[in-house]
Nanobody, 124 residues
Framework: VQLQASGGGSVQAGDSLRLSCIAS????????TAWFRQAPGKEREFVAA????????YYADSVKGRFTMSRDNTKRQVYLQMNSLKPDDTAVYYC??????????????????WGQGTQVTVSS
């Protein structure tokens, strides 16, 4: 599976962005999907995840209520709608897919395939 993320940019605090990630390969529907982010000098952190069947969605506490993750299996795409952006949201955002169990959806090293990342910069 190859992943291509897009939609990043430079915005002001309070603005919104929508990230997209398109996957190649017919097995996309078999994978759980997630968004992670990495700020300069920090470790990669979990943002959100959706299970392969769309039945389970998880968010990091830091984005809950502001970010919404969704996936469209027919288009092999996942999305991250980010509202009320804050300067602390500044990071490179990565999409990932994996065949991990539900209890490990927040763990980066459980994901097998990663996109190239898209930069999100939020200024105050």
């Amino acid at each position: 599976v190859q992943l291509q993320a897009s939609g990043g940019g430079s915005v002001q605090a309070g603005d919104s962005l929508r990230l997209s990630c398109i996957a190649s390969g017919r097995t996309f529907n078999a994978y759980n999907t997630a968004w992670f982010r990495q700020a300069p000098g920090k470790e990669r952190e979990f943002v959100a995840a959706i299970s392969r069947n769309n039945n389970h969605i998880y968010y990091a506490d830091s984005v809950k209520g502001r970010f919404t993750m969704s996936r469209d299996n027919t288009k092999r795409q996942v999305y991250l709608q980010m509202n009320s952006l804050k300067p602390d949201d500044t990071a490179v955002y990565y999409c990932a897919v994996g065949n991990n169990i539900l209890s490990s959806l927040r763990i980066a090293d459980q994901y097998v395939f990663w996109g190239q990342g898209t930069q999100v910069t939020v200024s105050s």
